[in-house]
């Protein structure tokens, strides 16, 4: 049987992100937006949220583990360091906790590569904003040649980048690089972050560098504009600027532009996380009447 009602959500965490979320949440018909958490009362997310008619509270975690009843799902957008304790707060709740932290804690998921994953666990990481862009089309390259090194860089405009991603920087790229291996194989890969002070701000830019012998142009473009077409599905700013193929070197260059009504155009790397996040989420309602027979906790 169809869910005839959306499924509970909450927002822990009332930054950049945050607040995205909310937006997206509000525009799905299989979510509902029911509380969004922050540090403490004067977190200015709070009042964002609130002016969305969003319930608010402060306190963190404990805000919701406090309720009569849990929620459906949790979207955790605070740091790497306390998803944790979130997840062993939340876990005996029965909670789908979705991570938009890079963590590395529960299970990676790029919807796009393994979305199907994602629906056997609790407990689901989204990777990273730069590994939302480039898995995609790193994992399609990797089906058909053999790639000897990858190298991603991404830059994002410091004005898009909140208190916490900031404080998990080395996490960010540390997260992006087991990404890349997990879905390619290839064990030499390195992840370069930029935040940019440019005025006006830049877009959300991923550069990716593969040394591939015997790559054929031709098939490589295929490839990338295959990818592309997938993740625009659920993030249309998302675009291919660049792909070029020299010798045993292949260049893929992607640019993600926001659609969200709160977020600049040039926070696509808030954009594409938190879409992806949704789409997680979304999938998971759909699927809740069968859960029951199928699930494999985390």
Same mark, same amino acid.
Request: with cysteine.
């Given at each position: 049987?169809?869910?005839?009602?959306?499924?509970?959500?909450?927002?822990?965490?009332?930054?950049?992100?945050?607040?995205?979320?909310?937006?997206?949440?509000?525009?799905?018909?299989?979510?509902?937006?029911?509380?969004?958490?922050?540090?403490?009362?004067?977190?200015?997310?709070?009042?964002?949220?609130?002016?969305?008619?969003?319930?608010?509270?402060?306190?963190?975690?404990?805000?919701?583990?406090?309720?009569?009843?849990?929620?459906?799902?949790?979207?955790?957008?605070?740091?790497?360091?306390?998803?944790?304790?979130?997840?062993?707060?939340?876990?005996?709740?029965?909670?789908?906790?979705?991570?938009?932290?890079?963590?590395?804690?529960?299970?990676?998921?790029?919807?796009?590569?393994?979305?199907?994953?994602?629906?056997?666990?609790?407990?689901?990481?989204?990777?990273?904003?730069?590994?939302? $862009?480039? =898995?995609?089309?790193?994992? *399609?390259?990797? %089906?058909?040649?053999? /790639?000897? +090194?990858?190298?991603?860089?991404? &830059?994002?405009?410091?004005?898009?980048?909140?208190?916490?991603?900031?404080?998990?920087?080395?996490?960010?790229?540390?997260?992006?690089?087991?990404?890349?291996?997990?879905?390619?194989?290839?064990?030499?890969?390195?992840?370069?972050?930029?935040?940019?002070?440019?005025?006006?701000?830049?877009?959300?830019?991923?550069?990716?560098?593969?040394?591939?012998?015997?790559?054929?142009?031709?098939?490589?473009? $295929?490839? =990338?504009?295959?990818?592309? *077409?997938?993740? %625009?599905?659920?993030? /249309?700013? +998302?675009?291919?600027?660049?792909? &070029?193929?020299?010798?045993?070197?292949?260049?893929?260059?992607?640019?993600?532009?926001?659609?969200?009504?709160?977020?600049?155009?040039?926070?696509?790397?808030?954009?594409?996380?938190?879409?992806?996040?949704?789409?997680?989420?979304?999938?998971?309602?759909?699927?809740?009447?069968?859960?029951?027979?199928?699930?494999?906790?985390?």
């Amino acid at each position: 049987m169809p869910r005839s009602e959306p499924l509970k959500a909450a927002v822990l965490g009332a930054g950049l992100i945050g607040i995205d979320l909310v937006t997206k949440i509000q525009r799905s018909p299989a979510l509902s937006c029911a509380l969004v958490v922050g540090r403490t009362d004067e977190t200015r997310g709070l009042r964002h949220a609130a002016a969305l008619g969003c319930a608010t509270a402060a306190g963190g975690v404990d805000a919701l583990v406090a309720g009569r009843e849990p929620f459906d799902v949790v979207f955790d957008a605070t740091n790497a360091m306390a998803h944790a304790e979130h997840w062993a707060r939340l876990r005996p709740l029965g909670t789908l906790l979705v991570d938009l932290t890079p963590s590395r804690v529960g299970h990676m998921v790029v919807p796009t590569v393994n979305g199907a994953d994602a629906l056997l666990h609790r407990n689901v990481n989204l990777v990273s904003c730069g590994g939302q $862009a480039s =898995v995609p089309v790193l994992h *399609a390259l990797a %089906r058909h040649y053999r /790639p000897e +090194y990858i190298e991603v860089v991404t &830059t994002a405009a410091s004005v898009s980048v909140g208190r916490a991603t900031r404080l998990n920087l080395d996490e960010y790229i540390a997260t992006t690089e087991d990404a890349a291996r997990t879905f390619t194989g290839v064990a030499d890969v390195k992840a370069i972050v930029n935040l940019s002070p440019a005025r006006p701000p830049t877009p959300f830019r991923v550069a990716m560098s593969l040394v591939v012998p015997g790559a054929d142009a031709d098939t490589v473009a $295929a490839q =990338v504009d295959a990818a592309a *077409a997938e993740v %625009r599905r659920h993030t /249309p700013g +998302y675009r291919v600027t660049a792909c &070029t193929v020299t010798d045993e070197r292949i260049f893929v260059a992607v640019e993600v532009t926001a659609a969200g009504d709160r977020i600049p155009r040039y926070a696509g790397n808030l954009d594409i996380i938190n879409a992806a996040a949704v789409l997680i989420a979304e999938r998971y309602a759909a699927r809740q009447p069968l859960v029951g027979a199928t699930e494999e906790l985390s």
